[in-house]
């Protein structure tokens, strides 16, 4: 099956800065990258996401980019502010088969901006 | 408002009590799934249900029980809680087109002491 790392595991910014958080898969037949921001007492929401025929895509000051031949992808938040503190999550979806586009998830990264 | 909601938001029970924690949807959606949440473990998925009475284990299925009567609702069963179920719990949700965006529910803390 599919599996996901995600690195760092916690990432402390000035404000202002940028942060980066990468994610590598395993399976080469994944082909939706979404991720999830998780703020404290609160399930997981959709931010961003990527399909397997984009490299890159932007929304405001939030980015992802996807390198397939090598498997992992990135999310890029610029301009940081103590509101993106929270944790984040990538995961890979299953091309189908028998698990219905299963969500598989990387470990977390807690981001803290600090003001 | 589209929403997932799941009871109890925090549960302390003790080893060996049934309990159940429900999920439920207003979105109509045709697939349903639960996770749990684990310090640098990310989310597993424990069982997930494609409609109503289809249900199939996820990662993590052992000790626990699903099932899907109503397609709005996916509640889990712990027949026997024990403390290595102690997690952080969420139920999801989205269309049974797995382009559409999955909704989380607000979390169930259990502690199983």
């Known amino acids: 099956g599919e599996n996901v790392e995600q690195h760092p595991s916690t990432l402390s910014v000035q404000e202002g800065d940028s942060a980066v958080i990468k994610c590598t898969y395993s399976d080469s037949a994944s082909n939706y990258f979404p991720w999830y921001k998780q703020e404290l007492g609160k399930g997981p929401q959709l931010i961003i996401d990527i399909r397997s025929n984009v490299g890159e895509k932007k929304d405001q000051r939030i980015a992802v980019t996807l390198n397939k031949t090598a498997k992992h992808f990135s999310l890029h938040i610029t301009e940081t502010q103590p509101e993106d503190s929270a944790v984040y999550f990538c995961a890979a979806r299953d091309a189908g088969g028998t698990s219905y586009g299963k969500l598989t998830f990387g470990q977390g990264t807690i981001l803290t901006v600090h003001p | 408002e589209a929403q997932v909601t799941q009871n109890p938001r925090y549960l302390i029970t003790v080893t060996g009590k049934k309990l159940t924690v429900t999920c439920s949807q207003n979105m109509n959606h045709e697939y349903m799934s639960w996770y749990r949440q684990d310090p640098g473990l990310g989310l597993r998925q424990i069982y997930y249900?494609?409609?109503?009475?289809?249900?199939d284990k996820g990662d993590v299925p052992e000790g626990y029980k699903v099932s899907r009567k109503e397609k709005r609702n996916f509640p889990l069963i712990l027949e026997s809680p024990s403390p290595n179920q102690t997690s952080l719990y969420f139920c999801?949700?989205?269309?049974?087109?797995?382009?559409?965006?999955?909704?989380f529910g607000p979390g169930t803390r259990l502690t199983v002491t």
């Open positions: 999801a949700s989205r269309p049974r087109d797995s382009t559409y965006e999955q909704y």
């Open positions: 249900s494609m409609n109503v009475e289809v249900t």
